[in-house]
């Protein structure tokens, strides 16, 4: 069983006086900047010279070019991008970070596939937030948390957990209702990832095959659309699994309904179990890592047309219509 810590289990003392520098103003940087400041400690932000950095200046912030930032810390978040992040990280932070410095990640990624190995000086740690930036405010404006991922990657203080604690604590995720439970940097990559190329993908898909195939069998393309996920009742039993659990929900569906799901869910279990498998494959050996960093190195060209495709989809389309209707668009 991993280990739960809540609000006493961290001492946000540690972190009280020393200069902590968010790199990356954006959704989770502006929303872990706010929310330290908002517990009485010393942020700063570092950003290239876009809109973000025009915004922290107006949320109040000293913002600095990148490398400034990093030589003023004690303590640095980098929270920009995965996959800017190797750049970003060797030309604008590794060289200007103080002895024993503190390195903060979100996610995983660049640890567990080796795109970044800080320097040995350093601790590293990683407070990975399962929740999106604009979450985490509205949830830390109300006083209520949220629950992170934590990891150490590199311990030379011998209080790079209590570091991690003190960082979960201080971006709001061990107020009530919220709790940081023990992981690793390779163990995020890993669900992060999976849930990516597992539900959530298989979840666009199958609907958008749906959608086709009732639209073939006579549904118009409006009430198809919009009983498949336009209604908001996709939301509804979202929360309701989040809330009352995977299976339990089910008690809020006709009987009707529920025999439906029990008869044929099982059936779409065991046909995507090998496509599951080799998700899970490509990530654990690498291989997803190593194409999408070399898809980047390209300029993207299988993402364009990736994304362009998705546009001349049939949903794509009657949606476009039917939104505007919906005043959604
Ligand atoms: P964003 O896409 O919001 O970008 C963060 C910031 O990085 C922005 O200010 C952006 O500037 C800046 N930036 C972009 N490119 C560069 C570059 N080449 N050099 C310097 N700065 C750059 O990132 P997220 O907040 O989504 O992600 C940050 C980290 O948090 C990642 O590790 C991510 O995995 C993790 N995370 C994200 C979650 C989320 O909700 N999005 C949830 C949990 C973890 P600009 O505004 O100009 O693009």
Known sequence: MARIYFEGDADLSILKGKVLAVIGYGNQGRAQAKAMRGMGLKVIVGNIKDESWFRAKKDGFKVYEIRDAVKRADCVLLLVPDEVAPEVYYEEVEPFLKDGAL?????????????????????VVMVAPRMIGAGIEELVGKGVGYPSLIGVAQDRSGSALKYALAIAKGIGSLLPGGFAVESSFEEETLVDLFSEHGWAGALLFILKESYDLLVEAGVSPEVAILELYASGELIEVAKAICGKGLFRQLKLHSRTSQYGQLTWGPRYGEAVRPILREALKGIKDGSFATEWALELKAGLPKFKRLLEFTEGFEISKSEDSLYRTMGRR
């Open 103 to 123: 390195l903060d990640f979100a996610s995983g990624y660049n640890l567990t596939y080796h795109f970044i190995e800080p320097r040995a000086d350093l601790d």
